[in-house]
């Protein structure tokens, strides 16, 4: 049985960061794109950050660009974001998610399988 396990959050300042990790169990992800989303209260759940299952292929939200890093270790089936200069607007629920894929898909409805979130909250 797949499994997501997220852990990472918390609550941060404006400014700060922090680093979000997702352990996938129940098979071998090797050949799974893996991604983050998040969703805020009231909002849609959306994508965030994705890579491609060699791990040199990422893409990212605009919103994010140039602030979080997503990474993975597929020795460990884990992905990772990291999350510098985090800001009020970051404050959401995160989730990660996996899909079989060769190309990083946007749209949350593409994934098979999710984690149950982890709370991200950034003060002003």
């Known amino acids: 049985q797949v499994q997501l396990v997220e852990s990472g959050g918390g609550l941060v300042q404006a400014g700060g960061s922090l680093r979000l990790s997702c352990a996938a169990s129940?098979?071998?992800?090797?050949?799974?794109?893996m991604g983050w989303f998040r969703q805020a209260p009231g909002k849609e759940r959306g994508f965030v950050a994705g890579?491609?299952?060699?791990?040199?292929?990422?893409r990212y939200v605009d919103s994010v660009k140039g602030r979080f890093t997503i990474s993975r270790d597929n020795a460990k089936n884990t992905v990772y974001l990291q999350m510098n200069a985090l800001k009020p607007e970051d404050t959401a629920v995160y989730y990660c998610?996996?899909?079989?894929?060769?190309?990083?898909?946007?749209?949350?409805?593409?994934?098979?399988?999710w984690g149950q979130g982890t709370q991200v909250t950034v003060s002003s």
């Open positions: 129940g098979r071998t992800f090797s050949s799974y794109v």
């Open positions: 890579i491609r299952s060699s791990g040199i292929g990422t």
């Open positions: 998610a996996v899909v079989r894929s060769t190309v990083v898909l946007v749209n949350a409805k593409s994934y098979d399988y």
